[in-house]
């Protein structure tokens, strides 16, 4: 469960989340391992060493291989990837949205064709619950439905009012679920997903009805998928208004350094996005400075580490110019490198952060990084 330690400068909140696997330092960035590892070659044991809080795997490519039965076979995903603490696993919602032309919406579900073999798959409330049980997550994310923005208003209806009947049956499922005596983990929590695109009407009302079933958490669903970032902050600060202050609050997919500071002084807790993950895989790396990439002429001499103030495992023994041979070699510890020095600087923005929630400089913190960290160089 949730502890407010301290609500902070304008609505951000220092707290700590539960879970059967561990407390949560919050506001806290989860690791994306969609396939229960971190793309780029990290280890559980290298997610341990860059301080990794929470890793995030995906439920809908994890039932589609290896299959989620096989996984609850082996102990469950914690035992199978060998990692201890907290896993959080979203529902297949997103592949609604992300495999758009391979599937067909119902009110009972979601018919999909598998990415991997072009089979027929079926995911609903259910089914997802039922995954994610197998799966042994502490925290299963209620399975939804994600809108492009734009979209007409009448779907974005049409899809909260489903998502909201959906969102019962996964909370009843997955008590049923949690109460069987092979349950992988009966401590698993459910959060509910607020949805209802640039709509602040349809947002407010979404949000309201889905706080009154008093779920363990609650998250911010359907961002980043086309919106701005004005856009983006001005629906987190009319949604987090009708949040329970009890429940952690996560936004979901986001962000850039820029949007996780500006979506903690909008009272967030919890933020995921494969972007310093992908970014890293491509020769992207973040500094305190602003975003480098790494694959430019200019790093071909340069013996100084990626950041001169960063102190991860990559900055404290190699070189720029290193890593830059190693992209241009194509060598695969290229990209373990800059995934890991990425992933580092995340987990660590998040630390400083709490820090800064902690001190009372929170303020003075975003207003020095919010946008530079962003910048290209």
Known sequence: MY???????????????????????????????????????LSAKDLEDIGCQ????????????????????MGGLHKFMGWNGPILTDSGGFQVFSLAGLRKVTEEGVTFQSHVDGRRLFIGPEQSMRIQANLGSDVAMAFDECVKIPSPREYFEAANQRTYRWLVRCKKAL??????????NPGQMLFGINQGGIYPDLRVEHMKAIAELDLPGYAIGGLAVGE??????????????????????????????????????????????????????????????????????RYARDESPIDPACGCP????????????LFKAEEALGLRLAVMHNLWFYNTLLAEIRQALEEGTFAAYRAKYAKLLDMRI
């Open 54 to 73: 929470v890793e995030l795997s995906n439920t809908y490519h994890l039932h589609v291989r290896p299959g989620d039965e096989l996984i609850k076979q």
């Open 228 to 297: 701005t970032h004005q856009q983006m902050y001005d629906t987190i600060e009319l949604v987090q208004e009708h949040m329970p202050n009890h429940r952690p609050r996560y936004l979901m997919g986001v962000g850039t350094p820029g949007n996780i500071i500006e979506g903690v002084w909008r009272g967030v807790d919890l933020f995921d996005c494969v972007m310093p993950a992908r970014n890293g895989r491509h020769g992207h790396l973040f500094t305190k400075q602003g975003i480098i990439n790494m694959k430019n002429e």
């Open 3 to 41: 502890k407010l330690l301290k609500q902070a400068e304008g609505h951000a909140r220092r707290g700590e989340f539960t879970t059967p696997h561990g407390t949560v330092q919050t506001p806290a960035f989860m690791n994306v391992g969609t396939v229960a590892a971190i793309k780029g070659g």
């Open 175 to 184: 008590a049923e679920y949690n109460a069987e005596p092979d349950a992988v």
């Open 314 to 325: 990559v900055c404290r023994r190699y070189s720029r110019a290193y890593i830059r041979h």
